[in-house]
């Protein structure tokens, strides 16, 4: 007897007899039924006397829809990479099924197929901290298959968590972009009325068919009100919070711009590449490389220096203007003296790039001792204000693509180091 | 009429929140008038199911195309109501109140729960659902010796409160959203609107004897629901006064009558001259899916122990002497607990005393003199001054409101010596020689007061009038 999750099942206990739908269930010692009532109960496997099947799950027809294209309007293509941007509800069986094709998404956000007319591919969908720089690649060579096509702009849907770097990653990739390539996610599940994913996804078109911008950005909530979206610059912004919609914060820099719903465009900063569907886009890929990531704490130890000896490169997060523990004071501090030794060896074989755990605020070694001591030794990045997960980014496309690291990696390249900081009151704001 | 020929069916859902912070998260259980902190502007979409199943009720919102804005309180709505943190894990003391009520109203309770989400797109819920969870199935109570099935008891989040609507948006108050609520579905088996009237009672009972329900307006909602053969089932809501409750039955049942069948199931809202207004279409089949931010929930019945039922304890109090009405009023208030403590302590005082000062006495001091509030320790001082005859039971008001304002001395109060009442007593006949004896007490009493019994100052009194007589 096959019975599967989604069949109609009786099962008999000591107590009572249950009817329902089964359910899968994440626990393997409880059987969990849908009652007809719509709640979901758990039974202990052991207090089961008997199940049997009432009725088979028939799988219901899912009527397809065919979508006339709009003459006169430009076209999106929307690439799936994860954070499931769309969703149904199978109040049958409880499962949320992510929608991916044109037919779904314009049913799901009709408001799309008043902008533009949209094609929609599936690339992939995975958590967003799962991925590696070989996603990155798969990505980059999708929208240059969309580029050829010659559509007005891509929007790329990715999971909230690692966008940043991906956002860095692309804006290195695509050499010579003409067209906008926009990031959206949604921190909350797009099964939810309130989903900021609708919001997101619909500013994003809007942005892209209403303005002349080309290159790589996000665009995700500016506050907790479904206002505006703000349109946030690929190298320097971070996610800073684990749940709320308006996590994407931009670092020593503006947002592009903040876009509505309606297609209103505030500019905050006009000084953007502006569209040219004529440029050719060269892809600059990246090679499965080392990189390690490193923060620096009261009472290091050597030994966390070492565990990167094998690698291709290392990114520091100092503390303060770009600081580690390679001084002594005292006894106390012998073992800085260590940790200096390796840096410096591990410096001779592989670069190493400073970068503030403050996340705000320039690189500069040349303040304190322990600063210099580190620039003597010969890590890099003085003078910068990339974050670690830019910095992180760029060092492995800087030797993926044989470029020398100690001339770029201070270069402005992509708009990831400010020559110039302005003063905010709040800076955080 | 006669329901029986007319094939009456009623059933009740009574929703009623429990005294508890709130259901997934930490914020206090509270709802404010003062002026809110901060608003959000929201938008809600009504999603539709997988088979393009789009719900009548979920649709006819949507075409309203309004807006939110929720206005809320730094202190008393966190990141979890503003749907912008996953909710933490269930509240425990808010499900071990549920497995009680499950288990005096002799439900089956399942080895593990489920939280689900049941959609809802009027902007009432700023996720767009509702979190739900099932405790209890198949229970029942006996209401005059009848049983009446209990279908369902189910623990879920109350909703936000409408404060105001306009043409483009719908603001609504968080303070409510998240407060652990217990919806209690019975089974249609109530025959008469009188039946309904008593099965609300017995509910209403059962509920306060866990001493742990939200008193006040708006923490408990009724609605009925009601059809006669050939008609479908209409829920009226929002039939909480028991008084009249019976009326707005037989009101409906005439109405049935009337439209002959030919209505879709339905909502309606009552109104106060008995009538009502259609709502909105009764929502098909619960639109819901497991929230799965939280896992399976297994409750602990180990340690749930079943409360007294009110109707025992004033059984019980009956017994200590207390009529019937006093014992009622002190078996449901907050007081139930001190009572039996002083009453046990204190055996040569009356029951009934006791009651009275916890109940009236204290409602006095409420309304005449503004005090809100005299603490257990304050009233347990209160009769064990009593017991040692420091204080006279005649001037307690007078103790409480002062232990009220924080004034009270024990010394103010502690009794004359015969001497002094004598020397008081003769000042009073002096000074108002000739008058009634009632007029006379009314000054004793006035510069007496607290300091001596009015019996004893009668006594007193009586004997120097005479004695004085004589001279």
Known sequence: ?429 | MDYKKLGFKAGLEIHQQIDSSKLFCSCPSALREDEPDFTIKRELRAVPGEHGEIDVAAFYEQLKGKHFIYEGYDKNSCLVELDEEPPHAINQEALRIALTVAKMMHCDISDEMQVMRKTVVDGSNTSGFQRTVLIGRNGWIKVNGKKIGINYLILEEDAARRTAEDAKSVTYRLDRLGIPMLEIVTAPDMKTAEEVKETAKVIGMLLRSTGKMRRGIGTIRQDVNVSIKGHSRVEMKGVQDLRVMIRYIEKEVERQVKTKGKEEPHVRNVKPDFSSKFLRPLPGAARMYPETDIPLVRPDLKGIKLPELIDEKVKRFEKWGLGKDLALLIAGSEKAGLFEELVKKHKKIKAGFIAETLTGTLLELKREYKIEEVSEDDLRKVFDYLSEGKIHKDIILSVLVDMGKGQFDVKKYEGLSTEDLHKEILKVIEENKGAPFGAMMGKAMARLKGKASGEQVAQMLKELLKGHAGK
């Open chain 1, 1 to 429: 007897m096959n019975i599967r999750a989604g069949d109609r099942v009786k099962l008999k206990t000591e107590k009572e007899e249950i009817e329902g739908v089964l359910m899968p269930s994440s626990e393997a010692d409880v059987v969990v039924v849908k009652l007809d009532n719509g709640y979901n109960i758990g039974i202990n496997k052991n207090k089961i006397k008997n199940m049997k099947m009432v009725e088979k799950h028939k799988e219901k027809e899912i009527k397809k829809k065919t979508i006339k294209e709009k003459t006169g309007l430009p076209t999106i293509t929307i690439l799936h990479m994860g954070g499931t941007i769309a969703s149904k509800v199978d109040y049958a069986t409880g499962a949320v099924k992510p929608k991916f094709t044109p037919s779904e998404l314009l049913e799901l956000f009709p408001e799309l197929g008043e902008i533009a007319n949209i094609k929609s591919r599936l690339v992939g969908n995975l958590l967003s901290g799962n991925m590696r720089f070989s996603h990155y690649n798969l990505m980059a060579k999708e929208i240059e298959k969309a580029v050829k096509e010659g559509v007005d702009g891509i929007i790329v849907t990715h999971g909230t968590d690692t966008l940043h770097y991906t956002s860095a990653a692309l804006a290195f990739a695509l050499e010579d972009l003409g067209v906008p390539v926009i990031l959206v996610g949604s921190q909350r599940s797009s099964d939810r009325g309130s989903s900021d994913a609708s919001m997101n996804l619909i500013c994003a078109a809007q942005f892209v068919v209403k303005s002349n911008f080309a290159g790589v950005a996000m665009c995700m909530h500016k506050s907790m009100d479904d206002k505006f979206c703000g349109i946030l610059p690929a190298t320097k912004t971070r996610k800073f919070h684990s749940s709320r919609r308006d996590t994407f914060k931009v670092i020593n820099a503006k947002p592009w711009a903040e876009v509505s719903k309606k297609g209103e465009i505030k500019w905050l900063d006009k000084s953007y590449d502006k569209k040219d569907k004529k440029k050719k886009l060269s892809l600059k890929l990246f090679k499965d490389l080392k990189i390690g990531i490193l923060k620096a704490h009261p009472n290091m130890f050597v030994e966390e220096i070492k565990a990167y000896s094998s690698f291709d490169g290392i990114i520091l997060e100092g503390t303060g203007l770009g600081h580690f523990p390679v001084l002594e004071y005292d006894k106390l501090t012998a073992e800085h003296t260590k940790i200096l030794k390796e840096i410096e060896k591990l410096a001779k074989k592989m670069p190493m790039v400073m970068t503030s755990q403050t996340i705000y605020g320039r690189v500069d070694m040349n303040v304190y001792a322990y600063g210099r001591e580190l620039l003597k030794a010969g890590v890099l990045g003085n003078y910068a204000d990339m974050t670690a997960e830019t910095a992180f980014v760029k060092l492995a496309w800087l030797l993926s693509n044989k470029m020398d690291v100690k001339e770029n990696i201070s270069k402005s390249l992509r708009r990831e180091i400010n020559e110039r900081i302005e003063s905010k009151e709040d800076f955080l704001e």
